[in-house]
């Protein structure tokens, strides 16, 4: 078994690293440039193979829910990357089509989406308003003709004469009867006259009964022909407007056939557009007199405004369109993905206090500037939009955009609104986001793989050789040129390269975060105008590094004051018992820095606890309080076998006032409590970090650069001793790129670095005693540690056992 081969044989001594191993530096003679003006800029993308296929399979298939999501870190400038190849790709495809909304003259409340060629939606909206200024000039113009006022007046004459006639006939007839008609503002009254003139009240109920009951007999007959005709007047009357209408719309079909097929005719082959016309027509025809009507002033209504116009309703809205673009699809990002700006918006004008609109008022969204193209979304900001990202789903599971009101989704619309026509969808979107985000996403949103079936990963970096040294010094000279920075020299772009590799992480990757080595050419152009050069030289790129680093340091001189002052106490020399030096990495605002700490353990007998003061306090997180129940594992499987563990033991980051998580301590704490065990010293020179198995392998951690640097900054500004160093995983070398001053401390031998590979060879470097074999006897040796550990717990036990004897059931002494 593994654990035997560790505890049989004896771990190697531990030498520092030499010098080669703690960085990387690139060989400028593998350059072959003096300066990146010499380079043709890098073209595609620089190993992102894997992502670049996915890039081009998703937007190759032609099939529903083949929609791409890119993932990566945010410095990778994926958007910027993949915009490119998309605006390069959409070149060659065709333009998508324009679209209009138009009045719907039977419902107007649900405006009608007409699709027209590519560009033609402009051309059709100044032939509508051409149409209509035709209009306004030229039916007023018919409707003054003589022609008209001829037939017009012919009309009115025959009603006038139709009306007179019949009044004048029942005058007549009165009149035989001596009977007068009066007109009253009240209305039409009767009344006996004599002469030619009515015969007074008075007189007339002075007349013979006989005489009077004859006359209103009369008068009565009379009032009955007078309401027939009364009742025909109304009759007449519309007669009359029924043949001016049919006259206006003679006359007015003249004009608006005439204008109404010059548009037809420009539009030809576009049965939508012909329809549309067609109701045009009608509707011209039908309410003509807007055209001819005067208001108070003399002047005909204007359609000035954005609602309520009385010749808006025959106006074109033009939602999308390509007569602006050269060619291709569209490509567009849309940077504040709302519901309105994702699907569209109708808009409302107040007028006289209430909120009106109409189909002008459609305003276009996102899917529909990119339909027929790609639209490219961070998703981040589409699931913090309110109904973004469920209308986003809708409209690409229905592929068509409804524009869709927010009052109404959550029931609070009161104003009247327009139900525009769907506009049918047929793009591709592009989410851009990070891992996280998108595998929480695939976990708890089912829906996602129905609409996004592509995933384009970017890679973080590349393996490091010297021709991606090469191909990193292309893309510098790309950032170069694109920026407009000033060249840089061989050895300037040797230390990007390096310093590529340091934000990698590993000595044999070279980072592909170009937001970080664009900030980091940024910055050195600056220093090397401020110094006059014209060319950027290592000098600059080195000044850029350590400024920047100066400007977010702030927080990491603190601390390190406080260890310098003793408020927080780390010691740089000298031993003690369970106690030594851990590192931990704190990163704030992108700038990462390592910090010792110091770790104590005391153990006592007790029944196998290893108590985690960090976890009892609810300081420590998951991942920590694994790594210290994994020292558990380790002293029960390698120590006293055949004895109970009676062992309590506590472990605490000593002077921690804020949460602890990771396992990259737990080597550390374990070396903390066999040395509390074996009662022996820890060198306080020496800082660790490092994760462990139970079977006492040192496994690799992160952050390996930034915690021998925060140790070694302590050691240097105490005085370096030459005994001073970081224990580290052997597996952590390969990614070792540490700062010159580092480097040439370990050269000077002032300062060194250790690769532990098990706990056997970091509990001999820091005691300075072997870790211990077991021999034949089964038992390891009683001066090494693991001997004299082994040899406290069985006391640890005795002390158990005795205690436990020495006290009755009743817990009375016996």
């Keep these: 078994m593994q654990s035997d081969n560790l505890m049989n044989s004896k771990s190697p001594a531990v030498s520092a690293l030499s010098v080669d191993r703690l960085y990387r530096p690139v060989d400028p003679a593998g350059l072959p440039f003096q300066s990146t003006a010499e380079l043709a800029p890098v073209e595609g993308l620089v190993g992102q193979g894997r992502a670049l296929d996915a890039i081009r399979f998703g937007t190759g298939i ?23 190849l998309l605006q390069h790709a959409a070149k060659e495809q065709r333009r998508p089509s324009d679209w209009v909304y138009v009045n719907n003259f039977k419902e107007p409340h649900k405006p009608v989406a007409i699709e027209m060629p590519a560009g033609r939606a402009p051309e059709f909206r100044a032939a509508m308003q051409e149409l209509i200024d035709d209009l306004k000039a030229a039916l007023p113009a018919v409707f003054n003709s003589e022609e008209y006022q001829t037939r017009r007046g012919a009309i009115d004459e025959a009603f006038q004469k139709r009306q007179g006639e019949a009044f004048s006939e029942l005058q007549a007839k009165a009149t035989a009867k001596s009977i007068a008609i ?38 009565a007959e009379l009032e009955r022909e007078l309401e027939q005709i009364m009742r025909r007047l109304p009759q007449w009357e519309k007669e009359r407007r029924d043949d001016i209408r049919t006259l206006n719309q003679e006359t007015a079909r003249v004009a608006v056939d005439q204008s109404v097929e010059e548009v037809k005719g420009k539009f030809s082959g576009l049965a939508t557009v012909a329809e549309h016309l067609e109701h045009v027509r009608t509707d ?57 700006n994702l699907i569209g918006r109708v808009e409302h004008v107040a007028r006289q206090g209430v909120l009106i609109t109409n189909f002008r008022l459609i305003k276009p969204g996102a899917l529909h500037r990119a ?20 209308a986003l789903k809708r409209a690409l599971r229905r592929r068509e955009i409804v524009i869709e009101d927010v009052g109404r989704l959550i029931g609070l619309s009161t104003t009247v609104s327009l139900e525009p026509d769907p506009i049918p969808l047929d793009l591709k979107v592009v989410l851009f986001g990070d891992r996280l985000l998108y595998f929480l996403l695939a976990a708890y949103d089912p829906e996602l793989n129905e609409h996004f079936k592509v995933l384009a990963d970017f890679e973080d970096d590349i393996d490091r050789s010297p021709e991606s040294e090469r191909v990193l010094g292309q893309l510098v000279a790309a950032i170069v040129r694109r920026e407009n920075l000033k060249p840089m020299d061989r050895d300037a772009v040797a230390l990007v390269i390096e310093r590529a590799a340091r934000i990698a992480g590993h000595s044999g990757k070279l980072s592909l975060l170009t937001e970080q080595i664009r900030d980091l050419l940024a910055e050195a152009d600056f220093w090397a105008g401020q110094a006059g050069r014209a060319t950027v030289t290592g000098a600059d790129v080195r000044q850029a ?65 290893v108590v985690d003061i960090e976890r009892e306090v609810e300081l420590g997180g998951p991942i920590h309080s694994k790594g210290v129940l994994i020292l558990s594992g380790f002293l029960a499987g390698r120590f006293a076998l055949d004895t109970p563990m009676s062992l309590y033991a506590s472990l605490v980051f000593e002077q921690s006032y804020s949460g602890v998580e990771g396992d990259s301590a737990s080597s550390a704490e374990l070396y903390t409590m066999l040395s509390a065990l074996a009662d022996a010293p820890l060198r306080q020179d020496l800082a660790v970090t490092g994760s462990v198995n139970q079977h006492g392998e040192v496994q690799a951690i992160g952050g390996v ?27 952590n070398v390969q990614h070792l790129m540490l700062r010159n001053d580092v480097v040439e401390a370990c050269a000077a031998g002032r300062f060194a670095v250790y690769p532990i590979a098990t706990i056997d060879q970091g509990i001999a470097l820091l005691t300075g005693r072997e870790a211990g074999v077991r021999g034949a006897d089964g038992r390891y040796p009683g001066d090494s540690i693991y001997g004299r550990v082994e040899d406290r717990l069985r006391a640890f036990a005795a002390v158990r056992r005795s205690f436990a004897t020495s006290v009755t059931p009743e817990g009375n002494k016996s």
Excluded at 186 to 213: D, H, S, T, Y
Excluded at 295 to 302: F, H, I, L, Q, S
Excluded at 713 to 718: L, Y
């Design 62 to 84: 032609d099939k529903p829910g083949f929609n791409l999501f890119v993932i990566g870190q945010p410095d990778a400038r994926m958007r910027e990357t993949v915009r490119s």
């Design 182 to 219: 009066l007109r009253t503002p009240l209305g039409f009254a009767l009344a006996p006259m004599r002469n030619g003139e009515v015969i007074p009240p008075a007189e007339f109920n002075a007349w013979p009964e006989e005489k009077r009951k004859e006359t209103q007999e009369t008068i």
């Design 284 to 340: 011209l025809i039908e309410n003509v007199g807007i055209f001819i009507m005067k208001g108070e002033e003399g002047e005909r209504p204007n359609d000035e405004g954005p609602a309520g116009g009385p010749f808006d309703r025959y106006q074109v809205n033009v939602l999308v369109s390509q007569a602006d673009h050269e060619g291709g699809a569209p490509v567009v990002e849309e940077q504040h993905a709302t519901l309105q």
């Design 371 to 390: 339909n027929g193209g790609y639209l490219l979304l961070d998703v981040r900001s589409v699931l913090t939009e309110a109904f973004a990202w469920p």
């Design 545 to 609: 590094t350590d400024r920047k680093i100066e400007r977010a340091s702030r927080l990491r001189d603190r601390m390190q004051e406080m260890i310098l002052q003793k408020v927080a106490l780390i010691d740089t020399a000298g031993e003690r018992i369970g106690q030594l030096n851990g590192l931990s990495v704190i990163e704030l605002g992108g700038f990462a820095f390592g910090r010792p700490s110091r770790i104590t353990c005391q153990v006592r007998p007790g029944t196998g606890k």
């Design 705 to 731: 650069n930034e915690k021998i640097e925060g140790f070694f900054d302590i050691c240097e500004k105490r005085g370096l001793t030459g005994t001073q160093g970081v224990l580290i995983p052997e597996a």
